[in-house]
């Protein structure tokens, strides 16, 4: 456009006082606060503003159409109240999804979340001698006792959980690591920045593929402190490799009066290997081989909310709590809460993998798999009997996911969706953004819906995405 047709659409352009006298933002006032209607109204006209400056061609020519103003601040008040973090439908087949929220809480961790929330709790409180209490009791009882471990300590996520204990044990002096466990996970967790911001000194041995316990005793000298192990939870070394197995590093440790320490990661509590996995160790037989102190997440394979666990020594711990850090990586009630009664379910283990959604998702039966994806498939196909979309059933592989059990893919039954108007990745961003948004993945111009993910209430919402879409 000209300079003059840019000022022109400019000067056409109402005013908010303007706006605000019409009778659908009228209505739009009779229904939201008016500071979000006011806020709605002036960023719809900064970007129509812009995209005029910018020389951008709307669809009204060369005036703005009112109407569309219109629409756009009716959309824009429906975005500003919306919440940010809402449910989505998971049609991914990744049960631990990182970005989705990771695991869902079992229901009698919600159960107890309800109850916690609404009234007042001992959370600092000793009832028995009618003083001031600990926290950290309400999960150390629980945990030790499923465990075997001598003392927990729970902090707010697992990279809080090896901070804290590098930064107690070994500020100012050298943990020893294997070269092939410096390890990278979501969000540029890297185990060697979290050493240094700890104040412990990286020490590493051996090579990426390959590390001997001669490594490990070459490398102590006076300024050792630990030594560490980290489980590769998110990345497998294969072919040619060697590593030091817990229990030869536990017996080195205790010959050279060095504390060994394991991240342990996602904290495994079930062997998942009946479940056509391979065996990770679990938290219980990585406490029985005498380590130290041994971190992990609540959030991952144990199912529970997001938490770093400690399990260790009672020294260990005790001088872990005494660390002022601590409280500033503290957990809350609503985290004590649901995470205690997570734990609770793992004194029975069949109880655990039948009500912990992260296990029973994991532990679901191919055959069960595959009923579910026939019925979704067949209640999709109802609404589309002119074959725009097509949908079939399919076999294929899930993920456990959250940097657990990595290259391990779990068969499993999809619903393939494809479409004679729409590209696959047009079908799904229409499909995210419904409400609530269907996160689906697309493979060969198709989109596909893994059954595995999906919640029981779940294929009535999907069927209704897609009759709404059919239908516009």
Known sequence: MTNPEIQNRLRLLPGVDQLLRTEPIVALLAEHPRHLVLNAIRQVLEETRAAILA????????????????????????????????????????????????????????????RIGR??????????????????????????EITGAEAALVVNNNAAAV???LGTIAPGLEVIVSRGQMVEIGGAFRIPDVMAASGAVLREVGCTNRTHLRDYEA????????????????YRIVGFTAE?????????????????????????????????????????????????????????????????????????????????????????????????ATLRLYRDQRE?????????????PLETLRARAENLSARLARLEPRGVCTFAIEESVSQVGGGSL???????????????????????????????PLIGRIEADRLLMDVRTLADEDPPLIEAAFAALLTA
Request: glycine share 8%.
């Open 55 to 114: 020389g951008c061609e709307g669809e009204s020519g060369p005036a703005p159409n009112p109407s569309e103003l219109f629409r756009l601040c009716t959309e824009r008040v429906d975005q500003l109240s919306q919440y940010t973090l809402q449910p989505v439908i998971n049609a991914t087949g990744i049960v631990v999804h990182t970005n989705l929220g990771r695991s869902l809480l079992p229901r009698p961790a919600l159960e107890r979340l309800d």
């Open 352 to 364: 655990a993998l039948n009500q912990v959604p992260t296990l029973r998702m994991i532990s679901v």
């Open 119 to 144: 009234g007042y709790n001992n959370l600092e409180y000793d009832v028995r001698q009618g003083r001031r209490g600990s926290r950290y009791v309400h999960a150390e009882d629980i945990l030790r």
């Open 244 to 340: 030091v197995s817990l229990k030869d590093l536990v017996a080195l440790g205790r010959g050279r009066g060095l504390p060994v320490m394991e991240d342990l990661g996602s904290g495994c509590f079930v062997d998942l290997s009946p479940f056509g996995l391979y065996r990770e160790p679990t938290v219980r037989e990585t406490v029985q081989t005498g380590v130290d102190v041994v971190t992990f997440s609540g959030d991952k394979l144990l199912g529970g909310p997001q938490a770093g666990i400690i399990l260790g020594s009672r020294d260990i711990v005790q001088r872990c709590k005494k660390n002022p850090l601590t409280r500033a990586l503290r957990v809350d009630k609503m985290t004590l809460a649901a995470l205690e």
């Open 406 to 436: 990595p290259a391990q893919d779990l068969p499993t039954w999809v619903v393939a969706v494809r479409s004679s108007q729409w590209s696959a990745a047009r079908l799904e961003a229409a499909l995210r953004r419904r409400k609530p």
């Open 219 to 234: 490398a102590i000298n006076e300024r050792t402190a630990m030594l560490l192990k980290v489980h590769c939870s998110n």
């Open 163 to 165: 901070l804290l204990v």
